[in-house]
């Protein structure tokens, strides 16, 4: 096991696009939502087709390489800092004090 946190991770990231050349502007910020979303949708095709778990996880690191881009992205296009460990925490906490099955009545 290793420790990294996701605002390591998120730097990881950034580094690896800004020495591959990826996109790295403005208009760039909605392909990264894009691709994100079809990462997601390569898990699910993964899972679909009983592939192996590890190649379903791989597909979904996928997804939060492109999420973490984004707010990198967001970071540095914005001149603002997001702060991804806090957010987690924060949401997680938050969620926590919710009641049973919030927010899901059917399924
Ligand atoms: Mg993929």
New binding site residues.
Partial sequence: MCNLSFNEAKRMVRELVEAKGFPNDEPALTQKLLWAFV?LG?AADAYKKGMDWLKVC??LI?TIFYILDFIGLVEKTQGIEIDVDRLFIDKWRMNMERPRRYGQVRG
């Fill in positions: 990462e390569e791989e597909e996928d």
